[in-house]
């Protein structure tokens, strides 16, 4: 769908110049914007990219000199970024799905569907599931038995929704997601050797065998409302309460939230990150890419775990973290730029052992 400048820039807030007819269909970087799409020239790095495209409009940083780029129409805003979400929202075409229930989809005549749901091919909606109004539900989806999902959800394809978990409104979730998976808890009829090296931590332990006996999972999973959960994440149902996951919260790609985790919200846990079993995490915490914390620990309101850390310690309120293990950042800067200079330091002490015992030599 096609909008003209002046739409545009009235729906941002921002301020638009030059002809507010034109009309754009669509968003591109600008070396390769064409003349109907709209270019993010947002800082003016991006912003040498025009010359190489075909661009007609653009939108610009406040204070840009937006003739000298040949445009001939700007939208100029504050802070460009945030108004991409405004702008990638109004041209998003949405996901394709086709309205109503798909014959070969299954509903249970027991579940319940709100006003304007629709259903994909080969989708199973299980017994005593209610599903909120306006909610879209993608092909080759699992809803279990007596799922709870609020108005207004989105499921991409090939999610799996356990049984009992409870969702709110607005819920995002992409294909091949799973929440309310059994937790990955097991226990040994014995004292096992990982319980003694946690308890002693000792180096070394038996290698008598030792087999694992399953912990079912009754707790299910409670989502709050206006959460997104990428592909091909997992969430497992917690053994006798809930894993919860706290409203507003954005969960990437590929993470994983072990049993009985409780997770605050407006948090944000990007790609390949874990978080195991019974460890909570407050408000407003992010996790970078790869970021793993370990079991029953506390991460703190407004926490923010760099790339790659791996937590094993609580962490407060507030306090950034990166490394293996995760130390305060200014800590983990000062041992990294130390281990950068272990060689030159180890010549240097090579070259002081050649000077004294040559000196004991002379003498």
């Known amino acids: 769908m096609a909008h003209s400048i002046q739409t545009i820039a009235e729906a941002l807030g921002c301020v638009a110049v030059g002809d507010t ?21 947002m800082k003016p790095a991006f912003a040498e990219g025009l010359a190489h495209g075909q661009a007609r409009a653009a939108i610009l940083w406040e204070g840009a000199d937006w003739q000298s780029y040949g445009l001939e129409a700007a939208v100029f805003s504050p802070r460009p970024r945030l108004a991409l979400s405004t702008l990638t929202s109004m ?13 070969s989809a299954v509903v249970d005549p027991t579940a319940i569907l709100g006003e304007g749901v629709s259903v994909g091919p080969f989708t199973l909606i299980s017994a005593g599931a209610r599903i909120g109004a306006g909610s879209s539900i993608g092909p080759q989806c699992h809803i279990g038995p007596d799922v709870e999902i609020g108005e207004g959800a989105l499921m991409h394809s090939g999610v799996k929704i356990g049984r009992g978990v409870r969702i709110g409104a607005r819920f995002r979730v992409h294909q091949n ?5 059994d937790g990955f808890s097991f226990v040994t009829a014995e004292v096992s050797n990982v319980e003694r090296m946690r308890s002693s931590l000792v180096a070394e332990v038996d290698d008598s065998e030792q087999s694992w006996i399953r912990i079912h999972s009754l707790g299910s999973v409670e989502i709050g409302d206006d959460v997104e959960v990428g592909a091909m994440t997992a969430i497992d149902s917690g053994t006798a309460r809930a894993t919860r996951i706290g409203s507003r919260t954005k969960i990437d790609n590929l993470c994983h939230i072990a049993h009985n985790c ?65 130390l305060k950042l200014d800590q983990n800067i000062a041992i990294y730029k130390a281990l950068r200079r272990l060689p030159r330091m180890a010549q240097h002490v090579a070259d002081l052992q050649k000077a004294v015992f040559k000196r004991s030599e002379n003498d």
């Not at 007819?21 to 390769?32: C, F, H, I, K, Y």
């Open 21 to 41: 007819s034109l009309m754009v269909d669509g968003l591109a970087e600008p070396a390769t914007a064409g003349p109907t799409t709209l270019a993010l020239a």
């Open 177 to 181: 997601a799973v929440i309310g998976s």
């Open 262 to 326: 409780i997770i605050g919200t407006n948090c944000l846990l990007a790609a390949f990150a874990g978080v195991a079993g019974s460890t909570r995490i407050g408000n407003n915490v992010v996790f970078g890419g790869r970021a793993g914390v370990a079991d029953n620990l506390k991460v703190g309101d407004g926490a923010i775990i760099s790339a790659a850390a791996v937590v094993l310690q609580n962490v407060p309120a507030g306090r950034v973290v990166m490394g293996h293990p995760a």
């Open 91 to 103: 041209l998003d075409p949405g996901p394709g799905f086709t309205p109503g229930i798909h014959p």
